[in-house]
């Protein structure tokens, strides 16, 4: 079920530049481990930029009809398992180098 509710389309609209925006929000879907596989666990997370969708396995009230639920979530860009780091680079933060040598004030979370 899960797999017939993801996202089949690599990218919805082009990344933006982050140089054109005062605050840039990016997220980068990483795939499953080779352990994770193992385990049986599930890639339930579609990414299409500029969105992520987390498809949530449920059953419904009578115990036994199963559905999916989908949460939405918008970014300024999002980039899948598929995608580079260059690519990742090239659009949140190649700009913002310039800027941190010459001074500027630059703040940049990474986690993961």
Not at 80 to 100: F, G, R
């Amino acid at each position: 079920m899960i797999e017939q509710a993801k996202i089949k389309k690599h990218i919805l609209e082009p990344h933006t530049d982050s140089s054109s925006l005062k605050l840039c929000v990016c997220v980068r879907k990483r795939p499953l481990f080779k352990k994770e596989a193992k385990r049986g666990e599930i890639d339930a997370i579609s990414c299409s930029n500029p969105k992520i969708v987390i498809h949530e396995g449920k059953i419904k009230v009578d115990g036994i009809t199963k559905y999916i639920e989908n949460q939405e979530f918008n970014y300024d860009n999002s980039f899948n398992e598929n995608e580079t780091s260059e690519e990742v680079y090239q659009y949140a933060l190649k700009n913002l180098v310039p800027l941190i040598v010459n001074e500027g004030v630059v703040t940049c979370f990474a986690y993961g």
